[in-house]
Structures are given as C-alpha cells and as structure tokens.
C-alpha cells in the first residue's frame, strides 16, 4: 500500500516558468512533509518542509502548499531554472514506536528546458 | 562540517559473500537511518537507530543488520548478499528533517 505518491513520473518545464508537482497521502497521522531533490550519483538534498499546521510554506522561488482535507501537497518553483532539473521527492513523516519516520513518493523528474 | 559521509562508494559483491557499509555522521544527532532505492520506486527504510545503542528494524529489514557502537556511526551488514540486495543504499541522519549521505552502488553477482 502506497502511503505516499507522486503520480507523475515526469515533468517538462520551460525554464522561466513555473514548474509544480504534486503529492498525495493516504495516511491522516502524518504531522510534517518535506521536499527532497536528487542528482544522479548523489544523495538527496532537503528542499523545504512544512508543518500539518500550516498550509503554506516559502523559501525564495521554493514554496509548499498542504491541503490537508484533501491529503495533496505541492511544491511551486517560479521562476524555474535549468539548475532545477533534477527528481524531487515527496516524503511525509509521522512518529511511529517512538522514532519520526519518513516515507517516500516514488519521485518526479523535472526537466528545465531553455 | 562534513554532513553525513558513506564508505565505500562503490562495490561488487558475489552471492553469498558479506560486507559491512559504514555511516558517519558530525552533526551530533541521535537519530540514524539506512535506506535503499531501487529504481521506479521511493527510498525504503531498512533499519534505523534513535540512539547510541539502540537498532529497530524499518520497512524491509530482511538479509540486514546493524550496529550503532557510537553515536556518529551506524553500520548496515550484508551477512549472504543476494542478487535481491542489488540497489543504491544511503544513510540519513536528523530527526524530523533528515540529511542524507552521497550513497553507495551495490551490486550483487
């Protein structure tokens, strides 16, 4: 059972616009999400996260958005730069046995074309 | 400030040999975690540890395990690889924002 998904495997963006891509959760004990972007051959780097208290969250042209009746969360770039490309990550996380535990969407590629 | 570091980078293994992967944190957090991701798929915990000592199993713990003698290091061993084992591991630190290591290619013969 897939908690976490990102239903598009793919994205193509024109650089300059903005580029969104989405999340959806199943599970309703989830209390914080984050962003995470992935080059090939490295580890994925923290983007920017947001509380279940929040419905919102910016950091410079990176924002979250959580819709929590709808369990769907999306991450807005504006404007997009060729830099971007890279597959992004959902995760949410939820305490479970005493540890906070991250699960993951399957991750979207984004492609910034000039 | 190195961040999270993981040894080795690369490694090719014949079934049924072992190995150990070794994690190495410096930013003094308690909590440690292992992953795998395989292709198409998100990355999947495998064990992970909320302190000096302590190990729990996580969402696909089989053919694995742990240590955790110090705080900084978290160890994930293959006892008898398999073909199955085959995948991009990488190791986490933090506790509700988790940093990540570079990772490290496994593949089994």
């Known amino acids: 059972d897939q908690q976490v998904k990102q239903n598009s495997p793919s994205l193509s963006v024109q650089e300059g616009r903005i580029s969104i891509l989405n999340c959806d959760y199943t599970?309703?004990?989830?209390?914080?999400f984050l962003w995470y972007k992935k080059y090939p051959a490295e580890g994925p780097t923290f983007l920017i996260s947001?509380?279940?208290?929040?419905d919102k969250n910016e950091d410079g042209r990176f924002t979250v958005f959580l819709n929590k009746s709808a369990k769907h969360l999306s991450l807005h770039i504006v404007p997009s730069q060729p830099g971007d490309s890279a597959v992004y990550f959902c995760?949410?996380?939820?305490?479970?046995?005493?540890?906070?535990?991250?699960?993951f969407g399957q991750g979207t590629r984004l492609t910034i074309n000039p | 400030n190195a961040g999270v570091t993981q040894t080795p980078k690369f490694r090719v293994l014949k079934t049924g040999q072992s190995m150990t992967l070794l994690c190495a944190q410096d930013?003094?957090?308690?909590?440690m975690y292992w992953y795998r991701q395989d292709p198409g798929m998100g990355l999947r915990l495998i064990h992970y540890?909320?302190?000096?000592?302590?190990?729990a199993k996580g969402e696909v713990p089989d053919g694995y395990n742990v240590s955790r003698l110090k705080k900084q290091n978290f160890l994930l061993g293959l006892e008898s690889a398999a073909p199955s084992q085959t995948s991009v591991y990488f190791c986490?630190?933090?506790?509700?924002?988790?940093?990540f290591g570079p990772g490290t290619r496994l593949t089994v013969l």
């Open positions: 540890s909320v302190g000096e000592g302590t190990t």
């Open positions: 995760a949410a996380s939820a305490a479970i046995q005493g540890a906070q535990k991250l699960v």
């Open positions: 599970n309703s004990m989830f209390d914080y």
């Open positions: 947001i509380s279940s208290i929040k």
């Open positions: 930013m003094n957090h308690e909590y």
């Open positions: 986490a630190s933090g506790r509700n924002t988790q940093y």
